[in-house]
Nanobody, 127 residues
Framework: QVQLVESGGGLVQAGGSLRLSCAAS????????MGWVRQAPGKEREFVAA????????YYADSVKGRFTISRDNAKNTVYLQMNSLKPEDTAVYYC????????????????????WGQGTQVTVSS
């Protein structure tokens, strides 16, 4: 069983920045492919960013490319999402997710690839 706990959400003005953190339980975090997914009000969950467990591969949704950066610290069992130049359309609940059986350099883009999910953290961007 893997537990994921997100933090760092909040209210920010358009153009501002936030850094989300996701702390994971488990001794094999370094072998999990990790990702961030968001869900805006009235919309389906959508992929945001992913990080492979080997090789340092990352992948981003077009809507956040160049503004968001995903990173991970295996010593701290934590994955981060640095969000810059935030826009009102980035307002959503942001979820951290883990794919525990991903191939070495795979990034999980499809939501069904993720095995465990956090409870989410709210990000609100005001105009």
């Amino acid at each position: 069983q893997v537990q994921l706990v997100e933090s760092g959400g909040g209210l920010v003005q358009a153009g501002g920045s936030l850094r989300l953190s996701c702390a994971a339980s488990g001794r094999t975090f370094s072998s999990y492919a990790m990702g961030w997914v968001r869900q805006a009000p009235g919309k389906e969950r959508e992929f945001v960013a992913a990080f492979s467990w080997s090789g340092g591969r990352t992948y981003y949704a077009d809507s956040v490319k160049g503004r968001f950066t995903i990173s991970r610290d295996n010593a701290k069992n934590t994955v981060y999402l640095q969000m810059n130049s935030l826009k009102p359309e980035d307002t959503a609940v942001y979820y951290c997710a883990a794919d525990v059986d991903a191939p070495r350099m795979a990034v999980a883009v499809r939501l069904y690839e993720y095995d465990y999910w956090g409870q989410g953290t709210q990000v609100t961007v005001s105009s």
